[in-house]
C-alpha cells in the first residue's frame, strides 16, 4: 500500500447554490471516479420524466456506472400539498440509497437532487445525517440540489454553493440538448 491508498477516505461533497452545474459537476466527479476503476452509483431523486443523456451515456460504463431516476418529475412545488405518490417515490428512493451506501458495494454514491426532496419537507435530514455518519469509511457521497439542510452542510467536509451570474434562461432561451439535459 502506498502513502496515497493509506491516505483514502471517504467523502461528503455536497453542490448547492442557485447557479447551474450542481448536477452536471457530480457527474464529472463520478466520471473521475469511474477512471480510478471505482464503482459509482447515482440515485436522482424527483427526476423521472425527462429524458437526460446521462442515461444512456453511463450505460458505456455497465455496472461501474449506474444511474437510476428514483422519482416521476414535475413535482408539486410550495403549493398546499405533495402528491403522496410523490412522497412515497421519495421514501422508496431513500431506502434504496441507504442500502447502497451501507453496502460497501459501491466507492460512491451520488444522491442528485436530494436538497429538493429535504427542502421540500419530504425527506428527514436527520435521517440522511445519520446514515451518511454510520456509512462505511471508505464510501464517497455527494449531495445535490439547491437550498441544502444546515445540518447536512456542517458533517459535509466540501461544499460548493454554485452561483448564478447569468442563464440563457432569462432570455428566455428554453433548455437545450445537451446542456440542460
Ligand atoms: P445541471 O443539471 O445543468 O448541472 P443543476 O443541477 O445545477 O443543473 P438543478 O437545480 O438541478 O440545476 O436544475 C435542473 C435544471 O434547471 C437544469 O436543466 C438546469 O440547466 C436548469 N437550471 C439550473 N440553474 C438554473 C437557473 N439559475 N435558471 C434557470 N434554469 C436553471
Ligand atoms: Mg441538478
Redesign the pocket.
Known amino acids: 500500500m502506498n502513502s496515497e491508498d493509506s491516505s483514502r477516505r471517504g467523502l461528503i461533497l455536497i ?1 448547492t ?11 464529472g466527479t463520478a466520471l473521475r471516479a469511474v477512471g480510478n476503476g471505482m464503482r459509482v452509483l447515482m440515485l436522482q431523486f424527483l ?1 423521472g420524466s ?1 429524458h ?1 443523456g446521462e442515461l444512456d451515456s453511463t450505460k458505456a460504463f455497465g455496472e461501474d456506472f449506474v444511474l437510476k431516476q428514483m422519482g416521476r418529475g414535475f413535482v408539486k412545488v410550495g403549493g398546499a400539498e405533495t402528491d403522496p405518490e410523490d412522497i412515497r417515490l421519495v421514501e422508496s428512493g431513500w431506502s434504496e440509497a441507504h442500502e447502497a451506501i451501507m453496502s460497501g458495494e459501491w466507492d460512491m454514491v451520488v444522491l ?2 436530494i436538497n ?1 426532496a429535504i427542502s421540500y419537507g419530504m425527506l428527514d435530514p436527520e435521517l440522511v445525517a445519520e446514515t451518511l455518519l454510520n456509512r462505511p469509511e471508505m464510501v464517497h457521497v455527494i449531495l ?3 437550498n441544502a439542510h444546515p445540518i447536512l452542510v456542517d458533517i459535509a467536509d466540501t461544499v460548493t454553493e ?1 452561483r ?1 451570474v447569468k ?4 432570455k428566455g432561451i428554453l ?1 437545450q440538448r445537451g ?3
Do not use: V
Not at 447554490?17 to 457527474?27: E, I, V
Open positions: 453542490n447554490g442557485p447557479g447551474k452545474g450542481k448536477t452536471t459537476a457530480a457527474m427526476k425527462w437526460y442528485d437532487e429538493y445535490t440540489g439547491r454554485m448564478e442563464h440563457a434562461y432569462q433548455a446542456i440542460e439535459y
